[in-house]
């Protein structure tokens, strides 16, 4: 089992619609979550972090937290096609005070105008 | 991304040949990573450095990779004797004080 799993795709939404991207990851006493946008040739840009159970709100984009089920979930809204790229997920390694990422292989979203 | 650079943006070496990937930081940052990003994967953790300190090298694949940070400022990850396996991106990263990461702008390795 890898550590943080995602589905890779491709995840593929009409524009303006909610895209929806989960991950789920295997360390119970993981406390930190990110999300990660990457653009083809480009490297990761964060968009998000949530270290509490629930939501979290940026603009269009929420992060939802459940940490008995131990998942994470990306939401966003009125999609765009300058949203198609690809979602990591990321888990900070518990116990680690570097602030050492876990990542998943990513989700690749593509919005169809 | 802005506040790290890094050299060269794209590498070609022959299999068993020597490389050199540097990372510069904007001044006065502390904390360091690279990670290895192969095609389709997401990044893994190679090396971590506090300034000069590496404080974490768990990540670094085999005895053929080495970095040093040896003024806390500008990093380079050499790779001794390439094999085919080593293509990939080599991203360095810098932490934030929300413990999110900027990315360089990374260097792909391609090894022929």
């Known amino acids: 089992q890898k550590e943080v799993e995602q589905n890779s795709g491709p995840l593929s939404v009409p524009e303006g619609a909610i895209a929806s991207l989960n991950c789920t990851y295997s360390?119970?006493?993981?406390?930190?979550f990110f999300w990660y946008r990457q653009y083809s040739g480009k490297s990761p840009e964060l968009i998000m972090f949530?270290?509490?159970?629930g939501d979290k709100e940026d603009g269009r984009f929420t992060a939802q937290l459940n940490k008995a089920s131990q998942y994470v979930s990306l939401l966003i809204r009125d999609s765009q096609p300058s949203d198609s790229a690809t979602y990591l997920c990321a888990v900070g390694v518990r116990g680690s005070n570097t602030g050492k990422l876990i990542f998943g292989q990513g989700t690749t979203l593509q919005v169809k105008p | 991304g802005a506040g790290v650079s890094q050299s060269p943006r794209y590498k070609v070496a022959k299999r068993g040949q020597d490389v050199a990937l540097r990372c510069d930081p904007i001044s006065g940052h502390v904390s360091l990573f690279w990670y290895q990003q192969a095609l389709g994967q997401g990044p893994e953790f190679l090396t971590y450095?506090?300034?000069?300190?590496?404080?974490?090298k768990s990540g670094l694949p085999s005895d053929r990779f080495f970095a040093e940070r040896p003024e806390g400022s500008v990093s380079t990850l050499k790779i001794q004797r390439t094999q085919q396996e080593d293509s990939a991106v080599y991203l360095c990263a810098l932490r934030g004080v929300d413990y999110g990461y900027t990315f360089g702008s990374g260097t792909r390795l391609t090894v022929v």
């Open positions: 360390d119970r006493g993981s406390q930190s």
């Open positions: 949530i270290y509490s159970n």
């Open positions: 450095f506090q300034n000069e300190a590496q404080l974490d």
